[in-house]
């Protein structure tokens, strides 16, 4: 596991930086991790777990329509 900033964390998931922090707002995003006290950063696997759940949920609409 590695800890990704936050443009690597726009270069895998396609989202703005703005999104990003949205959906975390709302509740839909992995929270990052501090740390230092201005920075922030992500674990590679809750990135990746976040992104196939994406997959998952669209495959799943795709085969009910």
């Known amino acids: 596991m590695r800890l990704l900033r936050i443009d690597q964390v726009k270069e895998q998931t396609g989202l703005s930086k703005a999104s990003i922090y949205?959906?975390?707002r709302l509740g839909n995003f992995p929270s990052g991790?501090?740390?230092?006290?201005r920075s922030t950063a992500w674990p590679s696997d809750?990135?990746?777990?976040?992104?196939?759940k994406q997959?998952?949920?669209?495959?799943?609409?795709q085969g009910n329509e």
């Open 22 to 24: 949205k959906q975390i």
């Open 33 to 37: 991790v501090k740390i230092t006290s």
């Open 46 to 52: 809750h990135i990746e777990d976040w992104i196939n």
């Open 55 to 61: 997959i998952a949920r669209s495959e799943q609409r």
